[in-house]
């Protein structure tokens, strides 16, 4: 299974940006995906995700009320709605598919990652 991200890019603080990730496979639909995301010199860190069986989303405390995780089953996709972005959301920005239905909040979690995104926001 490959992860295509994308829409990633440079924006001013207080800006938007939706990042989207395609499936090559079908196959993912049963399992949670998950956004995450790592600062140079920092590790690896959960942005948000979302559950196969309810839709449930969670996301960290640090984004929570200006990013939307979603998805679109039909086409294998899997978006990230960022929104009144700030200067510490600079980052590469990944996509992760669960080992299960559910997400969860440790990077060990997860079988497949897509190749990550850019995203600087500049103040």
């Known amino acids: 299974v490959q992860l295509q991200a994308s829409g990633g890019g440079l924006v001013q603080a207080g800006g938007s940006l939706r990042l989207s990730c395609t499936a090559s496979?079908?196959?993912?639909?049963?399992?949670?995906m998950a956004w995450f995301r790592q600062d140079a010199g920092k590790e690896r860190e959960f942005v948000g995700g979302?559950?196969?069986?309810?839709?449930?989303?969670f996301y960290a405390d640090s984004v929570k009320g200006r990013f939307t995780v979603s998805r679109d089953y039909a086409k294998n996709t899997l978006y990230l709605q960022m929104n009144s972005l700030k200067p510490e959301d600079t980052a590469v920005y990944y996509c992760a598919v669960s080992r299960t239905p559910y997400i969860v909040s440790y990077t060990g979690g997860y079988t497949y990652w897509g190749q990550g995104t850019q995203v600087t926001v500049s103040s």
């Open positions: 979302i559950n196969r069986i309810s839709a449930t989303t």
């Open positions: 496979r079908s196959t993912v639909s049963n399992n949670g």
